[in-house]
Nanobody, 123 residues
Framework: QVQLVESGGGLVQAGGSLRLSCAAS????????IGWFHQAPGKEREFIAA????????YYADSVKGRFTISRDNAKITVYLQMDSLKPEDTAVYYC????????????????WGQGTQVTVSS
């Protein structure tokens, strides 16, 4: 079992930056794909980015390409989401999730989830 804890959310002005962290437990963390999702009030949970257990493989939603960067530090069993050039429409609760296997964008294909961290971008 993998336990995930997100941190780093907060309030930021449009154009600003935040770095989210997803700290994991478990000795097999390096073999998991980790995804980031967000969910705004009244909307479905949406895929943002994911990083594979295979070295160097990342995937981003079109809405965040060029603005967000996902990375992982297996020694620290942590995945990061650097968010730059933030927009008001990025406002949501951000979740990280893990799965065995390759990157997918469907939330239901991920096995373990964190509790989420709120990101609010003011205009």
């Amino acid at each position: 079992q993998v336990q995930l804890v997100e941190s780093g959310g907060g309030l930021v002005q449009a154009g600003g930056s935040l770095r989210l962290s997803c700290a994991a437990s478990g000795r097999t963390f390096s073999s998991y794909t980790i995804g980031w999702f967000h969910q705004a009030p009244g909307k479905e949970r949406e895929f943002i980015a994911a990083i594979s257990w295979r070295p160097g493989i990342r995937y981003y939603a079109d809405s965040v390409k060029g603005r967000f960067t996902i990375s992982r530090d297996n020694a620290k069993i942590t995945v990061y989401l650097q968010m730059d050039s933030l927009k008001p429409e990025d406002t949501a609760v951000y979740y990280c999730a893990s799965r065995k296997g390759n990157i997918v964008t469907t939330p239901g294909e991920y096995d373990y989830w964190g509790q989420g961290t709120q990101v609010t971008v003011s205009s």
